[in-house]
């Protein structure tokens, strides 16, 4: 199983931007799906999950702001991110778990790439 985040560049405050996980060597339809993103020093968040069956959480401070979404026909989830602020500057990940839903960052050993988000005016 492979992970490829994208989507990443530099926003304004205020500014929106999508991000897209795809995953080879399986069917997403059979996982959960979870975005988490990391600031330099500090841990590995998990900020919004869904399950295989569209049911979807968020951490506090992006909800409102962020969609996880999914598309199995395209083995893809997304992430659309609005209202953007300088806080959200992080690199972003995404990974899958057989689970219902996705555990935190430090359950898992194989991550894909992330993709870098820099929010800045």
């Known amino acids: 199983v492979q992970l490829q985040a994208s989507g990443g560049g530099t926003v304004q405050p205020g500014g929106s931007a999508r991000l897209s996980c795809v995953l080879s060597g399986n069917d997403l339809k059979f996982y959960a799906v979870g975005w988490y993103r990391q600031v330099p020093g500090k841990q590995r968040e998990l900020i919004a999950g869904m399950t295989s069956g569209g049911s979807s959480n968020y951490v506090e401070s992006v909800k409102g702001r962020f969609t996880i979404s999914r598309d199995n026909a395209k083995n893809a989830a997304y992430l659309q991110m609005n209202n953007l602020k300088a806080e959200d500057t992080a690199v972003y990940y995404c990974?899958?778990?057989?689970?219902?839903?996705?555990?935190?960052?430090?359950?898992?050993?194989?991550w894909g790439p992330g993709t870098l988000v820099t929010v800045s005016s």
């Open positions: 990974n899958v778990d057989y689970r219902v839903w996705v555990g935190p960052a430090h359950e898992y050993e194989h």
